[in-house]
């Protein structure tokens, strides 16, 4: 029987120290018992995120670029974000989970996997490699990069669905690989793709894979969200 969860869609790209605020306040709240599992599923304005596992001389931003820069306590390396992108953020008790950090991030690359084939487009994993790639040659989809603190997570994915993939290449040696190819969704179909378009086959993978029925975040809660003004 799947358990229920909450889901946060915000509308319009949300600035990213806003959306991490948000995580660590559903997490107190997921670990004190008062909400269950819970997703936040939006887009960021652009920034740049270092992971724990990011170095000096990663980033090659020009100067003048209108892009944040956020240390972040993920998981991971230097990553890009920005409009197009979806980025999905599961704020989960993994004590419901199995307790297992290497199940949880198999578990993502699942639920990528599995949204994406609804759309024609085939994706899989790469040993050695984090994130979701196609084949052949190998171009990444989407990153993954998580925390977890007293088994409560926060982080997760970002999925490529159409968004110009130069600063991932151009401004940061991505993942640490000098020749990293990036692709997007709308790339490998050969069409314009939107976010809202593959948010439906998100929200399913994860109810699929992670056992869950979600139903929406109660008004009120994630009302400090604000869509970045155009």
Known sequence: MSRAAYLLEPEGPVPYLEAWDLQRSLAGAVSRGELPDTVVLLEHAPVIT????????????????EIEIVETDRGGKSTYHGPGQ?????????????????????????ALI??????????????GLTGIWLEAPPRKVASIGIHI???????????????????????ITACGLEDAAFTTVARELGRAASVNEVRPHAVAALEEVFNLSFEQLPAGVGAELRPTPA
């Open 149 to 171: 603190s007293k088994w409560v997570t926060t982080h997760g994915y970002a999925l490529n669905v159409d968004l110009d993939p130069a600063p991932f290449t151009d401004w």
């Open 114 to 127: 599995r949204t994406l084939a609804p759309i024609g487009v085939s994706a899989t994993r790469i040993e």
């Open 86 to 110: 979806l980025v999905c953020y599961p704020i989960f008790d993994l004590t419901r989970h199995g307790q297992d950090v290497k199940r949880y991030c198999r578990d993502l690359e699942e």
């Open 50 to 65: 270092l992971g724990r596992r990011a170095e000096e001389g990663e980033l090659h931003v020009p100067e003048g670029a």
